[in-house]
Each structure stands twice: as structure tokens, then as C-alpha cells.
């Protein structure tokens, strides 16, 4: 276990949320101070989760060209709101990490993606690049959680990395809870990705039928 340097709330604001599909939810959004890595991390509390019961948490690292932009070379988009429905219904929090392309920037995601078009996969991409196939590090995310008075949640998340490193850091992880699965002709390569490198739990044999494999 990590002894984490504290982190402190800045600021609460309640905001309504609107998605395209028409799905609406008001959010509390926190702001932090004090955060290892000095990055704008958010946390959105939704709902009230049940006396007794651990809430729910995503960790949702920033998607520019799935979450603002709808790309349908990740499934980034659409876990993002199914996570927000599921947070909302149970009570709980979805933490929005600053990572984007797994923490490689925008602009290195999409010199990956170029890589991708030549036929890498996404962490192949990333190697090629001289960049880390994942540079993710949660001690923020931990930090978040702490300040928010949160130290056991249920993880919705199909990649066990993030709750190997939240129980490093403190956090206890009752259940990994795995999101649903958003497969589309441009995304199944990056998916079963996924699965074969970084053991993200996703059906294998789903994706192969789809045409990958």
C-alpha cells in the first residue's frame, strides 16, 4: 500500500448532464487541489448510493475522439454514457481522468492511429512510437476518492490494471463490475487488443465471430 500525499476538495458545482441520445442526469462535479500529477481531473457524483452499500466507480480516462467527437475506432464514447446511466442508477462516482490515448496525449494517439492504418495494433502502436503501451498511473484517481471520504467501491471497468493499482494505492475493490460491449467494424481489432495484451475481460470468442481472429 502506497501512503498517498492528501488531496483536498476546490469546489462543487451541480450541473444537469444532456447526452445525443437524449438520456438526462444532474451531476455534483468536483474539482481537486493537490493532486500528484497537477492535472484537471474531475469527478462527477451521480445519484445516492443505498445505506451500507459500496458505490460504483469508473475510472473513464478522456477520449477526445470518442467522447466529444463519437469515433467509432474505440468504444471510449459509449462506455462513457452507459457508465453515467449505471452510476446514476446505483449511486456513485465516474472519475474523469486527463489521459488521453491511455496517457500518451491527443496528438501521439493520433500518430498512433496512423500506425494502426498500416496494420499495428493499438499497443503495438504505441511501442513503435517509443511510448509506453499504457502510461496510465490512479494515484490522482485514489487521491479523488479519498477526498471524496471513498476508500471500498465496486470498479466498473473490464481492465484489471486499474484495480491492481487502486489496491496498491489504499483503495479496496469489493467487485470489478464489467461494462457492456460496443463493437463496431472499425473498433473490434482494438478490442481484441485489449483482451490479448492487457487481459481486459471482454468475450474473445465475440469478437472473433465478428471477424478478428
Known amino acids: ?22 438520456y438526462r442526469v444532474d451531476a455534483e ?4 487541489h493537490g493532486l500528484a500529477d497537477g492535472r484537471e481531473h474531475l469527478a462527477v457524483v451521480l445519484g ?3 445505506p451500507g452499500t459500496v458505490p460504483l466507480v469508473r475510472l473513464h480516462s478522456e ?12 468504444d471510449c464514447g459509449p462506455q462513457l454514457r452507459e457508465a453515467v446511466e449505471r452510476i446514476a442508477e446505483r449511486g456513485g462516482v465516474l472519475l474523469y481522468l486527463r489521459q488521453e490515448g491511455r496517457g500518451i496525449g491527443l496528438y501521439n494517439k493520433l500518430d498512433a ?4 492504418d498500416q496494420g499495428l495494433d493499438t499497443y503495438a502502436a504505441n511501442t513503435a512510437l517509443g511510448l509506453p503501451e499504457d502510461a496510465r498511473d490512479y494515484t490522482a484517481a485514489a487521491q479523488m476518492l479519498t477526498a471524496l471520504g471513498i476508500d471500498e467501491v465496486d470498479l466498473l471497468s473490464n481492465n484489471p490494471d486499474k484495480a491492481g493499482q487502486l489496491r ?13 460491449v460496443f463493437t463496431t467494424a472499425h473498433n473490434v ?4 487488443a485489449k483482451v490479448l495484451q492487457t487481459q481486459h475481460t471482454l468475450p474473445l470468442g465475440e469478437l472473433t465471430e465478428l471477424g478478428v481472429g
Open 1 to 22: 500500500m502506497t501512503d498517498l500525499p492528501a488531496a483536498t476538495q476546490r469546489s462543487r458545482v451541480r450541473v444537469p448532464l444532456r447526452f445525443g441520445d437524449g
Open 29 to 32: 462535479l468536483v474539482t481537486f
Open 48 to 50: 445516492d448510493p443505498a
Open 63 to 74: 477520449c477526445l475522439t470518442g467522447d466529444v467527437f463519437g469515433s467509432a475506432r474505440c
Open 113 to 116: 492511429y496512423a500506425l494502426q
Open 168 to 180: 496498491d494505492l489504499g483503495i479496496g475493490v469489493h467487485d470489478r463490475v464489467p461494462t457492456g
Open 189 to 192: 481489432r482494438y478490442l481484441r
